[in-house]
């Protein structure tokens, strides 16, 4: 009995749990869900509400009268439209402002220079190479000279000196015939070389007892002659009788009927005077003299020593003459150790460099070097001819570097020109101190810069024979950084600084600066 009572209310139980399905627990499944197995996992847990038909909402474009309305209504026109014009008067504003700026702010001004002021001098006479042959062989050097940069050459000893009174037509004793002369003319106008015909020293006054009227018509007589052969003009010395406004101004009678914008005739001056004797013209718009020829060292008859070298560069670096343009030129003698500064200095200085005839820049001299034994003295070491050869080669670099950078680069043309007195420490200065002989103290660093615009050229020049390096304080208020162009040992390329630059004994340093993160 009591068995059957206990498997009664285990029954009772078990139905009453089963009776729970419909609340939907368990394994029974409750309203709207599904009683498969994993039902209940994958059933949405939101049941979406039933919409009624026709009530879905049909999408269609806007007309133009509710996209006023969104947008609006008609006052957003005249906004819009306000805003227009309020961007362009902006715009106007700010491009008036920027010219504004550009007008007011200073500018470098182009300076229009003529033919001679561009050109750099090469002064020879036709028979002054070893071997040569006078003037026919200078017309083979023509196209050689042009390629070095050489816009212009000034012609000595063309002319017979004894002559008197003057006679242009009678050429120099050995150094060819008129026919020859007039040739050379010829080719060198068709090379685009300018030909200037030195009568330096000549005697153009005449005989003591001929007239001078007679003398003076036979003088202008024949440089209308040789103007018509296609002479660019004429140099004459500060000595010369021809030195005077009346001379000067019969020349400049004649210059004006051959003379065209390209073609304009020239008189240089050789200043042989510490000053230049002054022309007073009675016609103040007229200029008498076009180019002043000055030298850089005094004449002397012994070598100058590397002080009175730094004496004279310096003295000519402070005290420039800017009253007729200059060419430059080195005049003195010196040792060959500054030959290479000298020449740097003088193509970087303002004004037109003359170059006097360096073996190192004859073709014909440096083809014989090339040809080997038949052109050399079998005595001649054959290390030494190769050491020759290296020079003469470093010779014509640098001077090609010098005057292709002066050609293209306006600082170096007609920039403007800045004296730096700079500071420098000799870097031998502790060896020196403790030697026991005195020797006479280094010459220091003398620098100039040439600038035009944001362009700047730093020249460097150490003429003494120690090496010195720049003092970190020399110039706050240039840029420390730039790029060599050149220097006179060709050894130096890229990027630099001065704050480490140090200068070699006798070497000459030309840089170009720029602002730090810039490349102008």
């Known amino acids: 009995m009591e068995q059957n009572d206990k498997e009664a209310a285990e029954e009772s139980a078990r139905m009453t749990l089963n009776a729970g399905g419909d609340t939907g627990y368990g394994s029974v499944a409750g309203p709207g869900l599904s009683s498969s197995v994993g039902g209940s996992e994958s059933a949405p847990l939101l049941i979406p509400e039933e919409e009624e038909p026709g009530s879905l909402q049909q999408w269609r474009p806007l007309s133009k009268e509710e996209l006023e309305v969104a947008a609006g209504g008609p006052g957003w026109r005249k906004v819009r439209c306000y805003l227009v014009l309020l961007f362009w008067l902006a715009w106007l504003a700010m491009l008036a402002t920027a010219i504004a700026v550009i007008v007011v702010s200073p500018k470098p001004v182009v300076t229009p220079l003529k033919w001679w002021q561009k050109a750099l001098f090469y002064q020879l006479q036709p028979g002054q190479a070893e071997g040569s042959e006078g003037i026919n062989a200078l017309c083979e050097q023509l196209p050689y000279f042009r390629s070095l940069g050489i816009g212009a050459l000034i012609l000595e000893g063309l002319f017979d000196k004894k002559a008197s009174p003057l006679n242009l037509n009678a050429s120099g004793e050995g150094f060819g015939t008129i026919p020859q002369i007039k040739h050379l003319l010829a080719e060198s106008n068709k090379a685009g070389l300018k030909v200037v015909l030195d009568v330096c020293e000549l005697d153009l006054s005449g005989p003591p007892d001929g007239a001078a009227e007679t003398s003076s018509l036979s003088t202008t007589h024949a440089v209308q002659f040789w103007l018509e052969q296609g002479a660019a003009g004429f140099s004459i010395c500060d000595t010369d009788a021809a030195y005077s406004e009346k001379t000067l101004l019969e020349w400049r009678g004649v210059f004006k009927a051959f003379s065209s914008e390209d073609e304009e005739r020239i008189v240089v001056v050789k200043?042989?005077?510490?000053?230049?004797?002054?022309?007073?013209?009675?016609?103040?718009?007229?200029?008498?003299?076009?180019?002043?020829?000055?030298?850089?060292?005094?004449?002397?008859?012994?070598?100058?020593?590397?002080?009175?070298?730094?004496?004279?560069?310096?003295?000519?670096?402070?005290?420039?003459?800017?009253?007729?343009?200059?060419?430059?030129?080195?005049?003195?003698?010196?040792?060959?150790?500054?030959?290479?500064?000298?020449?740097?200095?003088?193509?970087?200085?303002?004004?037109?460099?003359?170059?006097?005839?360096?073996?190192?820049?004859?073709?014909?001299?440096?083809?014989?070097?090339?040809?080997?034994?038949?052109?050399?003295?079998?005595?001649?070491?054959?290390?030494?001819?190769?050491?020759?050869?290296?020079?003469?080669?470093?010779?014509?670099?640098?001077?090609?570097?010098?005057?292709?950078?002066?050609?293209?680069?306006?600082?170096?043309?007609?920039?403007?020109?800045?004296?730096?007195?700079?500071?420098?420490?000799?870097?031998?200065?502790?060896?020196?101190?403790?030697?026991?002989?005195?020797?006479?103290?280094?010459?220091?660093?003398?620098?100039?810069?040439?600038?035009?615009?944001?362009?700047?050229?730093?020249?460097?020049?150490?003429v003494g024979s120690e090496p010195h390096a720049l003092d970190p304080a020399w110039a706050p208020s240039l840029p420390k950084a730039g790029v060599f162009v050149t220097n006179t040992g060709l050894d130096r390329l890229g990027a630099t600084n001065l704050d480490v630059l140090e200068l070699k004994p006798h070497e000459a340093i030309v840089i170009k600066l720029f602002e730090a993160g810039s490349y102008s």
């Open 271 to 462: 200043q042989t005077k510490d000053v230049l004797p002054p022309l007073d013209s009675s016609q103040s718009n007229v200029t008498l003299v076009d180019v002043v020829m000055r030298s850089i060292l005094p004449p002397s008859e012994r070598p100058l020593s590397v002080q009175e070298v730094a004496e004279n560069i310096e003295k000519h670096l402070q005290t420039r003459q800017e009253d007729i343009w200059p060419s430059w030129t080195v005049g003195g003698k010196t040792s060959s150790d500054l030959k290479k500064l000298l020449l740097v200095l003088m193509m970087t200085m303002p004004g037109s460099p003359t170059v006097q005839y360096d073996e190192d820049l004859d073709q014909r001299q440096n083809v014989s070097l090339k040809d080997g034994s038949s052109h050399r003295d079998t005595n001649e070491p054959l290390a030494s001819s190769t050491e020759k050869e290296k020079t003469k080669h470093s010779a014509v670099t640098l001077f090609t570097t010098l005057s292709h950078s002066r050609s293209r680069e306006e600082a170096l043309l007609f920039g403007s020109f800045t004296f730096l007195p700079f500071h420098s420490s000799n870097s031998s200065s502790s060896s020196s101190s403790n030697s026991t002989t005195s020797s006479p103290p280094s010459p220091p660093i003398l620098a100039f810069l040439r600038s035009w615009g944001c362009v700047h050229f730093l020249i460097l020049l150490n």
